[in-house]
Protein backbone atom coordinates (compact mmCIF):
# COMPACT_ATOMS: atom_id res chain seq x y z
CA UNK A 1 0.00 0.00 0.00
CA UNK A 2 1.31 3.15 -0.64
CA UNK A 3 2.24 5.43 2.35
CA UNK A 4 -0.12 8.57 3.31
CA UNK A 5 0.95 11.42 4.36
CA UNK A 6 -0.88 14.19 6.22
CA UNK A 7 0.45 17.64 6.46
CA UNK A 8 -0.39 19.29 9.94
CA UNK A 9 -1.55 23.02 9.69
CA UNK A 10 -0.17 24.81 12.39
CA UNK A 11 -3.02 26.34 15.01
CA UNK A 12 -1.31 29.99 14.36
CA UNK A 13 -2.19 29.85 10.82
CA UNK A 14 -6.17 29.47 11.52
CA UNK A 15 -6.88 33.26 11.38
CA UNK A 16 -5.28 33.44 8.13
CA UNK A 17 -6.79 30.81 6.51
CA UNK A 18 -10.33 31.66 7.77
CA UNK A 19 -9.48 35.10 5.48
CA UNK A 20 -8.43 33.54 2.12
CA UNK A 21 -11.94 34.44 1.01
CA UNK A 22 -10.60 37.81 1.39
CA UNK A 23 -7.21 37.24 0.12
CA UNK A 24 -8.72 35.93 -2.79
CA UNK A 25 -10.77 38.81 -3.87
CA UNK A 26 -7.34 40.93 -3.56
CA UNK A 27 -5.54 38.43 -5.74
CA UNK A 28 -8.27 38.57 -8.55
CA UNK A 29 -8.37 42.64 -8.40
CA UNK A 30 -4.65 43.30 -7.80
CA UNK A 31 -2.01 42.58 -9.96
CA UNK A 32 1.29 41.43 -8.79
CA UNK A 33 3.86 44.39 -9.96
CA UNK A 34 5.93 43.39 -12.84
CA UNK A 35 9.84 42.66 -12.80
CA UNK A 36 12.10 45.90 -14.11
CA UNK A 37 15.31 45.01 -15.38
CA UNK A 38 16.10 41.97 -18.07
CA UNK A 39 16.33 38.40 -16.66
CA UNK A 40 13.93 36.20 -15.15
CA UNK A 41 13.27 35.31 -11.44
CA UNK A 42 15.79 33.05 -9.41
CA UNK A 43 14.78 29.32 -9.48
CA UNK A 44 12.52 27.99 -6.84
CA UNK A 45 9.22 25.57 -6.06
CA UNK A 46 5.86 26.37 -7.47
CA UNK A 47 3.91 28.90 -5.26
CA UNK A 48 0.24 28.41 -4.54
CA UNK A 49 -2.11 31.08 -5.50
CA UNK A 50 -2.12 33.58 -2.60
CA UNK A 51 -0.37 31.92 -0.01
CA UNK A 52 2.59 30.66 -2.27
CA UNK A 53 5.24 29.03 -0.17
CA UNK A 54 4.18 29.97 3.36
CA UNK A 55 2.83 26.48 4.01
CA UNK A 56 6.21 24.82 2.94
CA UNK A 57 8.71 26.85 5.32
CA UNK A 58 6.16 27.63 8.08
CA UNK A 59 7.14 24.82 10.22
CA UNK A 60 11.13 24.62 9.73
CA UNK A 61 11.95 27.34 7.54
CA UNK A 62 15.73 26.16 8.43
CA UNK A 63 15.83 22.92 7.21
CA UNK A 64 13.47 23.86 4.03
CA UNK A 65 15.23 26.58 2.74
CA UNK A 66 18.23 24.89 3.18
CA UNK A 67 16.69 22.14 1.38
CA UNK A 68 15.40 24.42 -1.69
CA UNK A 69 18.95 25.98 -2.08
CA UNK A 70 20.49 22.36 -2.70
CA UNK A 71 17.50 21.73 -5.37
CA UNK A 72 17.16 25.15 -6.73
CA UNK A 73 20.60 27.11 -6.78
CA UNK A 74 23.73 27.48 -5.99
CA UNK A 75 25.92 29.51 -3.16
CA UNK A 76 26.23 33.01 -4.82
CA UNK A 77 28.41 36.11 -4.10
CA UNK A 78 26.10 39.51 -3.71
CA UNK A 79 29.13 41.49 -3.12
CA UNK A 80 29.09 43.88 -6.11
CA UNK A 81 25.66 44.50 -5.03
CA UNK A 82 25.86 45.26 -1.38
CA UNK A 83 25.25 48.52 -1.73
CA UNK A 84 21.55 47.47 -3.76
CA UNK A 85 21.04 44.82 -1.01
CA UNK A 86 21.82 47.05 1.93
CA UNK A 87 18.38 47.89 3.07
CA UNK A 88 16.20 45.74 5.49
CA UNK A 89 12.27 44.74 5.67
CA UNK A 90 11.59 45.73 9.65
CA UNK A 91 9.12 43.15 10.78
CA UNK A 92 5.71 44.01 11.71
CA UNK A 93 6.65 43.30 15.13
CA UNK A 94 9.34 44.76 16.22
CA UNK A 95 7.38 47.40 18.52
CA UNK A 96 9.03 50.69 17.78
CA UNK A 97 6.55 53.19 19.10
CA UNK A 98 6.27 54.89 15.33
CA UNK A 99 8.06 54.26 11.94
CA UNK A 100 10.53 56.83 12.72
CA UNK A 101 12.14 54.58 15.18
CA UNK A 102 12.95 51.88 12.57
CA UNK A 103 15.81 53.95 11.49
CA UNK A 104 17.38 53.75 14.87
CA UNK A 105 17.97 50.25 15.43
CA UNK A 106 21.77 49.01 14.26
CA UNK A 107 21.10 46.09 12.74
CA UNK A 108 17.09 46.28 11.79
CA UNK A 109 17.25 50.04 10.44
CA UNK A 110 15.18 49.86 7.36
CA UNK A 111 17.09 52.00 5.28
CA UNK A 112 20.57 52.09 4.70
CA UNK A 113 20.44 56.18 5.01
CA UNK A 114 23.21 59.10 6.54
CA UNK A 115 20.94 58.75 9.86
CA UNK A 116 21.75 55.16 10.10
CA UNK A 117 25.32 55.42 9.14
CA UNK A 118 25.69 58.25 11.81
CA UNK A 119 24.34 56.06 14.25
CA UNK A 120 26.73 53.13 13.39
CA UNK A 121 29.65 55.71 13.67
CA UNK A 122 28.84 56.74 16.81
CA UNK A 123 28.11 53.10 18.25
CA UNK A 124 31.61 52.30 16.88
CA UNK A 125 33.72 54.92 18.27
CA UNK A 126 31.54 54.39 21.69
CA UNK A 127 32.08 50.72 21.93
CA UNK A 128 33.23 48.98 19.08
CA UNK A 129 36.35 50.55 18.08
CA UNK A 130 40.28 48.79 18.99
CA UNK A 131 40.41 51.48 21.55
CA UNK A 132 37.05 50.82 22.86
CA UNK A 133 37.15 47.42 23.24
CA UNK A 134 40.81 47.80 24.62
CA UNK A 135 39.19 49.63 27.11
CA UNK A 136 36.79 47.64 28.62
CA UNK A 137 38.81 44.38 28.35
CA UNK A 138 38.97 44.96 32.53
CA UNK A 139 35.46 44.77 32.76
CA UNK A 140 34.87 41.48 31.21
CA UNK A 141 37.50 39.43 32.49
CA UNK A 142 35.80 40.81 35.82
CA UNK A 143 32.66 39.39 35.27
CA UNK A 144 34.76 35.96 33.58
CA UNK A 145 35.92 35.79 36.97
CA UNK A 146 32.68 36.40 38.94
CA UNK A 147 31.14 33.44 36.85
CA UNK A 148 34.35 31.18 37.61
CA UNK A 149 33.60 31.65 41.36
CA UNK A 150 30.23 31.21 41.07
CA UNK A 151 30.51 27.83 38.71
CA UNK A 152 33.01 26.97 41.79
CA UNK A 153 30.80 26.98 44.49
CA UNK A 154 28.57 24.42 42.35
CA UNK A 155 31.15 22.31 42.06
CA UNK A 156 29.89 18.52 41.87
CA UNK A 157 26.38 20.12 40.89
CA UNK A 158 24.71 20.35 37.07
CA UNK A 159 25.15 23.85 35.64
CA UNK A 160 22.92 24.93 33.07
CA UNK A 161 25.52 26.41 30.35
CA UNK A 162 23.40 28.36 28.97
CA UNK A 163 22.63 30.51 31.73
CA UNK A 164 25.35 30.67 33.43
CA UNK A 165 26.99 32.23 30.39
CA UNK A 166 23.83 34.46 29.50
CA UNK A 167 24.29 36.21 32.73
CA UNK A 168 27.80 36.48 32.28
CA UNK A 169 27.94 38.26 29.21
CA UNK A 170 24.51 39.74 29.73
CA UNK A 171 26.50 41.58 33.26
CA UNK A 172 29.64 42.30 30.70
CA UNK A 173 27.09 44.09 28.59
CA UNK A 174 25.12 46.19 31.31
CA UNK A 175 28.30 47.91 32.84
CA UNK A 176 30.35 48.49 29.38
CA UNK A 177 26.91 50.37 28.00
CA UNK A 178 25.15 51.70 31.09
CA UNK A 179 28.32 51.53 33.85
CA UNK A 180 25.48 49.48 35.89
CA UNK A 181 24.36 45.83 37.04
CA UNK A 182 21.08 45.25 35.52
CA UNK A 183 20.30 42.10 36.57
CA UNK A 184 21.05 39.88 39.61
CA UNK A 185 23.85 37.13 38.40
CA UNK A 186 23.02 34.24 40.79
CA UNK A 187 18.89 35.32 40.49
CA UNK A 188 19.60 35.09 37.10
CA UNK A 189 21.08 32.15 36.88
CA UNK A 190 18.81 30.53 39.35
CA UNK A 191 15.49 31.83 37.54
CA UNK A 192 16.80 32.64 34.09
CA UNK A 193 13.65 35.21 33.53
CA UNK A 194 15.58 37.49 31.19
CA UNK A 195 16.99 34.46 29.35
CA UNK A 196 13.67 32.92 28.55
CA UNK A 197 12.33 36.51 27.94
CA UNK A 198 14.86 36.91 25.44
CA UNK A 199 14.56 33.38 24.05
CA UNK A 200 11.09 34.18 23.58
CA UNK A 201 11.81 37.35 21.51
CA UNK A 202 13.97 35.66 19.20
CA UNK A 203 11.93 32.80 18.36
CA UNK A 204 9.05 34.83 17.90
CA UNK A 205 11.09 37.30 15.72
CA UNK A 206 11.64 34.75 12.61
CA UNK A 207 7.91 33.23 13.02
CA UNK A 208 6.23 33.38 9.62
CA UNK A 209 4.03 36.36 10.11
CA UNK A 210 0.63 37.16 8.00
CA UNK A 211 1.56 40.48 8.90
CA UNK A 212 4.68 40.45 7.03
CA UNK A 213 3.64 38.89 4.18
CA UNK A 214 0.21 40.80 4.01
CA UNK A 215 0.87 44.14 4.78
CA UNK A 216 -2.53 44.59 4.38
CA UNK A 217 -3.73 42.52 7.31
CA UNK A 218 -0.96 44.07 10.01
CA UNK A 219 -3.44 46.44 11.79
CA UNK A 220 -5.29 42.68 12.55
CA UNK A 221 -2.41 41.39 14.09
CA UNK A 222 -4.10 37.83 13.33
CA UNK A 223 -1.59 36.00 15.41
CA UNK A 224 -0.62 38.10 18.42
CA UNK A 225 2.74 38.36 18.08
CA UNK A 226 3.07 42.07 17.88
CA UNK A 227 1.10 42.14 21.22
CA UNK A 228 2.98 39.35 22.49
CA UNK A 229 6.44 41.33 22.11
CA UNK A 230 5.40 45.05 22.90
CA UNK A 231 4.37 43.17 26.75
CA UNK A 232 7.83 41.15 26.64
CA UNK A 233 9.34 44.08 25.71
CA UNK A 234 8.01 46.22 28.51
CA UNK A 235 8.99 43.59 31.02
CA UNK A 236 12.36 43.95 29.73
CA UNK A 237 12.91 47.97 29.40
CA UNK A 238 10.30 49.01 32.34
CA UNK A 239 13.32 50.81 34.45
CA UNK A 240 15.30 52.47 31.35
CA UNK A 241 13.60 55.41 30.91
CA UNK A 242 14.06 55.88 35.09
CA UNK A 243 17.47 55.17 34.03
CA UNK A 244 18.33 58.01 31.49
CA UNK A 245 16.06 60.21 32.87
CA UNK A 246 18.57 59.98 36.18
CA UNK A 247 21.80 60.16 33.83
CA UNK A 248 20.67 63.63 32.14
CA UNK A 249 19.86 65.12 35.09
CA UNK A 250 23.20 64.27 36.60
CA UNK A 251 24.91 65.23 33.37
CA UNK A 252 23.00 68.75 33.52
CA UNK A 253 23.85 69.38 37.61
CA UNK A 254 27.08 68.50 37.03
CA UNK A 255 27.60 65.96 39.45
CA UNK A 256 28.82 63.38 37.29
CA UNK A 257 31.65 61.53 39.32
CA UNK A 258 33.82 60.50 35.70
CA UNK A 259 33.03 63.42 33.49
CA UNK A 260 36.59 62.39 31.35
CA UNK A 261 34.74 58.50 31.24
CA UNK A 262 32.12 57.68 28.81
CA UNK A 263 30.10 54.41 28.48
CA UNK A 264 27.26 54.14 25.52
CA UNK A 265 24.80 55.70 27.31
CA UNK A 266 26.52 59.25 28.21
CA UNK A 267 28.18 59.59 24.71
CA UNK A 268 24.47 58.72 23.12
CA UNK A 269 23.46 61.54 25.63
CA UNK A 270 25.97 64.01 24.63
CA UNK A 271 25.14 63.43 20.87
CA UNK A 272 21.80 64.30 21.25
CA UNK A 273 19.84 61.06 21.36
CA UNK A 274 15.93 61.35 22.79
CA UNK A 275 15.11 58.51 25.35
CA UNK A 276 12.88 56.33 22.94
CA UNK A 277 16.00 56.52 20.35
CA UNK A 278 18.47 55.24 23.26
CA UNK A 279 16.23 52.47 24.23
CA UNK A 280 15.52 50.81 20.49
CA UNK A 281 19.14 51.12 20.81
CA UNK A 282 19.71 49.47 24.28
CA UNK A 283 16.87 46.55 23.51
CA UNK A 284 18.75 45.71 20.61
CA UNK A 285 22.45 45.93 21.72
CA UNK A 286 21.94 43.88 24.64
CA UNK A 287 19.48 41.31 23.19
CA UNK A 288 21.74 40.59 20.24
CA UNK A 289 24.83 40.89 22.35
CA UNK A 290 24.15 38.50 24.77
CA UNK A 291 21.77 35.88 23.49
CA UNK A 292 24.38 35.09 20.28
CA UNK A 293 27.04 34.67 22.36
CA UNK A 294 25.65 32.38 25.36
CA UNK A 295 24.20 29.90 22.26
CA UNK A 296 27.46 30.20 20.92
CA UNK A 297 29.33 29.25 24.11
CA UNK A 298 26.72 26.82 24.76
CA UNK A 299 28.16 24.67 21.53
CA UNK A 300 31.77 25.27 21.73
CA UNK A 301 30.91 23.05 25.09
CA UNK A 302 29.21 21.09 23.81
CA UNK A 303 31.14 19.62 20.99
CA UNK A 304 33.76 19.92 23.45
CA UNK A 305 32.30 17.12 25.43
CA UNK A 306 31.18 15.15 22.46
CA UNK A 307 34.98 15.59 21.48
CA UNK A 308 37.73 14.66 24.57
CA UNK A 309 40.28 14.96 22.45
CA UNK A 310 39.91 18.73 21.66
CA UNK A 311 38.86 19.06 24.96
CA UNK A 312 42.58 18.19 26.04
CA UNK A 313 44.45 20.47 23.37
CA UNK A 314 42.79 23.32 24.54
CA UNK A 315 42.97 22.75 27.86
CA UNK A 316 46.59 21.84 27.57
CA UNK A 317 47.31 24.65 25.48
CA UNK A 318 45.49 27.11 28.23
CA UNK A 319 47.80 25.20 31.18
CA UNK A 320 50.54 25.77 29.50
CA UNK A 321 50.35 29.65 28.06
CA UNK A 322 48.27 30.64 31.46
CA UNK A 323 49.70 28.56 34.37
CA UNK A 324 47.84 29.19 37.71
CA UNK A 325 47.20 32.98 36.49
CA UNK A 326 43.64 34.42 35.58
CA UNK A 327 42.42 34.34 32.27
CA UNK A 328 43.37 37.77 30.59
CA UNK A 329 42.13 38.85 27.13
CA UNK A 330 45.58 39.57 26.40
CA UNK A 331 46.39 35.76 26.54
CA UNK A 332 43.51 34.63 23.75
CA UNK A 333 45.93 35.34 20.64
CA UNK A 334 48.83 33.15 22.38
CA UNK A 335 45.81 30.30 22.18
CA UNK A 336 45.48 29.04 18.79
CA UNK A 337 43.75 25.90 19.28
CA UNK A 338 41.12 27.83 21.72
CA UNK A 339 40.68 29.75 18.40
CA UNK A 340 39.94 27.09 16.14
CA UNK A 341 37.23 25.80 18.51
CA UNK A 342 35.78 29.06 18.29
CA UNK A 343 35.75 28.86 14.50
CA UNK A 344 34.83 25.72 14.13
CA UNK A 345 32.16 26.16 15.85
CA UNK A 346 30.59 29.55 13.99
CA UNK A 347 30.73 27.15 10.78
CA UNK A 348 28.86 24.65 12.02
CA UNK A 349 26.44 26.83 14.63
CA UNK A 350 26.65 30.66 13.44
CA UNK A 351 24.80 32.62 15.51
CA UNK A 352 22.00 33.97 12.90
CA UNK A 353 21.71 31.11 10.44
CA UNK A 354 20.59 33.55 7.94
CA UNK A 355 21.77 36.69 8.62
CA UNK A 356 19.83 39.39 9.20
CA UNK A 357 17.38 39.16 6.25
CA UNK A 358 18.77 42.30 3.47
CA UNK A 359 15.74 44.46 0.96
CA UNK A 360 16.57 45.23 -2.53
CA UNK A 361 16.40 49.02 -2.20
CA UNK A 362 15.67 48.95 -6.50
CA UNK A 363 15.74 46.49 -8.82
CA UNK A 364 19.08 44.65 -9.67
CA UNK A 365 20.80 42.14 -11.49
CA UNK A 366 22.69 38.99 -10.12
CA UNK A 367 24.49 36.59 -11.84
CA UNK A 368 21.77 36.17 -14.51
CA UNK A 369 19.07 36.72 -11.92
CA UNK A 370 16.40 39.25 -11.54
CA UNK A 371 15.86 40.75 -7.68
CA UNK A 372 13.05 42.65 -8.16
CA UNK A 373 12.98 46.08 -5.77
CA UNK A 374 11.81 45.73 -2.11
CA UNK A 375 12.62 41.49 -2.41
CA UNK A 376 13.25 40.41 1.34
CA UNK A 377 16.90 38.74 0.36
CA UNK A 378 18.15 35.81 2.94
CA UNK A 379 21.64 34.46 2.94
CA UNK A 380 21.74 30.92 4.04
CA UNK A 381 25.30 30.64 5.97
CA UNK A 382 24.64 27.39 8.09
CA UNK A 383 24.22 26.07 4.58
CA UNK A 384 26.96 27.42 3.53
CA UNK A 385 29.34 26.56 6.48
CA UNK A 386 28.02 22.99 5.96
CA UNK A 387 28.62 23.23 2.06
CA UNK A 388 31.08 19.64 1.09
CA UNK A 389 31.86 21.85 -2.09
CA UNK A 390 33.40 23.72 -0.11
CA UNK A 391 34.77 22.29 3.32
CA UNK A 392 36.04 18.43 3.84
CA UNK A 393 33.64 16.47 6.20
CA UNK A 394 31.47 19.26 6.59
CA UNK A 395 29.52 17.72 9.33
CA UNK A 396 32.48 16.83 11.63
CA UNK A 397 33.89 19.28 14.41
CA UNK A 398 37.54 19.44 13.32
CA UNK A 399 39.04 22.50 14.91
CA UNK A 400 42.30 21.80 13.00
CA UNK A 401 40.88 22.70 9.35
CA UNK A 402 41.41 27.00 10.81
CA UNK A 403 45.13 26.18 12.28
CA UNK A 404 47.76 28.02 9.41
CA UNK A 405 44.42 28.96 7.23
CA UNK A 406 43.73 32.14 6.27
CA UNK A 407 39.70 31.63 6.67
CA UNK A 408 38.49 34.47 8.73
CA UNK A 409 35.47 35.70 10.14
CA UNK A 410 35.83 39.42 8.65
CA UNK A 411 33.64 38.90 5.47
CA UNK A 412 36.28 38.23 3.11
CA UNK A 413 35.51 34.79 2.64
CA UNK A 414 32.36 34.08 1.15
CA UNK A 415 32.66 30.04 2.14
CA UNK A 416 32.43 31.78 5.74
CA UNK A 417 30.15 34.14 6.99
CA UNK A 418 29.00 34.28 10.52
CA UNK A 419 29.27 37.54 10.91
CA UNK A 420 27.92 38.55 7.56
CA UNK A 421 29.99 40.78 5.13
CA UNK A 422 29.80 43.85 3.72
CA UNK A 423 28.02 47.36 4.90
CA UNK A 424 25.16 45.47 7.00
CA UNK A 425 27.88 43.33 8.61
CA UNK A 426 27.55 42.88 12.59
CA UNK A 427 28.74 45.30 14.56
CA UNK A 428 29.52 43.68 17.73
CA UNK A 429 31.80 41.22 16.04
CA UNK A 430 35.13 42.71 17.82
CA UNK A 431 33.18 42.44 20.82
CA UNK A 432 32.46 39.28 20.51
CA UNK A 433 35.39 37.47 19.16
CA UNK A 434 36.79 38.84 22.79
CA UNK A 435 34.06 37.87 25.25
CA UNK A 436 33.51 34.48 23.65
CA UNK A 437 36.53 33.22 24.00
CA UNK A 438 37.53 34.33 26.52
CA UNK A 439 34.59 33.24 29.00
CA UNK A 440 35.25 29.83 27.28
CA UNK A 441 38.71 29.79 28.15
CA UNK A 442 38.04 30.62 31.52
CA UNK A 443 35.47 27.90 31.99
CA UNK A 444 37.82 25.65 30.60
CA UNK A 445 41.08 26.97 32.44
CA UNK A 446 39.46 26.16 35.89
CA UNK A 447 37.39 23.13 35.55
CA UNK A 448 36.90 19.80 34.38
CA UNK A 449 33.78 19.17 32.82
CA UNK A 450 31.36 15.91 32.86
CA UNK A 451 28.33 14.96 31.86
CA UNK A 452 25.13 14.07 35.03
CA UNK A 453 24.55 10.49 35.31
CA UNK A 454 27.08 8.87 33.62
CA UNK A 455 25.82 10.52 30.23
CA UNK A 456 27.47 9.09 27.52
CA UNK A 457 28.79 12.37 25.39
CA UNK A 458 27.53 10.39 22.31
CA UNK A 459 24.51 10.77 23.18
CA UNK A 460 23.76 14.07 23.48
CA UNK A 461 21.32 15.52 21.38
CA UNK A 462 22.40 18.26 19.03
CA UNK A 463 18.51 19.27 17.92
CA UNK A 464 18.50 22.81 17.35
CA UNK A 465 15.20 25.42 17.79
CA UNK A 466 14.91 28.27 14.90
CA UNK A 467 15.30 31.87 15.85
CA UNK A 468 17.11 35.01 14.74
CA UNK A 469 19.49 32.94 16.55
CA UNK A 470 20.58 29.47 16.57
CA UNK A 471 19.84 27.50 20.28
CA UNK A 472 20.06 24.11 21.74
CA UNK A 473 16.71 22.71 22.06
CA UNK A 474 17.69 20.31 25.19
CA UNK A 475 19.98 23.03 27.43
CA UNK A 476 23.28 21.36 28.07
CA UNK A 477 23.75 20.45 32.13
CA UNK A 478 27.43 19.84 32.99
CA UNK A 479 29.03 18.95 36.00
CA UNK A 480 32.28 21.20 36.97
CA UNK A 481 34.97 19.84 39.05
CA UNK A 482 38.17 22.36 40.09
CA UNK A 483 40.94 21.49 38.61
CA UNK A 484 43.22 24.48 39.88
CA UNK A 485 43.22 27.09 42.43
CA UNK A 486 40.19 30.09 42.10
CA UNK A 487 41.87 33.26 42.37
CA UNK A 488 40.01 34.94 45.63
Same mark, same amino acid.
Given at each position: ??????????????????????????????????????????????????????????????????????????????????????????????????????????????????????????????????????????????????????????????????????????????????????????????????????????????????????????????????????????????????????????????????????? $? =?? @??? !???? /???? +???? &???? $? =?? @??? !???? /???? +???? &?????????????????? +???????????????????????????????????????????????????????????????????????????????????????????????????????????????????????????????????????????????????????????????????????
Amino acid at each position: MAESVVMEIPKSLFPFLLLLPLLYFIFKHFKYPKNSGSGSLPPGPYPWPIVGNLLQVWKDPLTTLTKFGQIYGPVFSVKPEDRLLACRTVPHILPAKNPELNNQYIGWASEYAESWRDLRSVCKALIFSSKAIESQACLREEKAMKMVKYVGSMEGKPVKIVSVTFAAVFDMLSRIFLSLDLISFEKEIEDGWLNRLFRDLVEMAVQPNVSDFYPILSPLDLQGLRKKIVKIHEQICSKWGDIIKERRERKTSGEDNNPGQQD $L =LD @GLI !SNGF /TNDQ +IIVM &LREL $L =LA @GSD !SSAA /TIEW +IMTE &LIKNPRCMKIVQEELARE +IGQNMVRESDLPKLPYLQACFKETLRLYPPAPFLIPRRALESCQILNYTIPKDSKVQVNVRAIGRDPKYWENPLVFKPERFLDSSLDFKGNDFEYLPFGSGRRMCPGMPMAIKQVPLVVASLLHFFDWSLPNGENPKDLSMSTIFGLTLVKEKSLLLIPKVRRSLPM
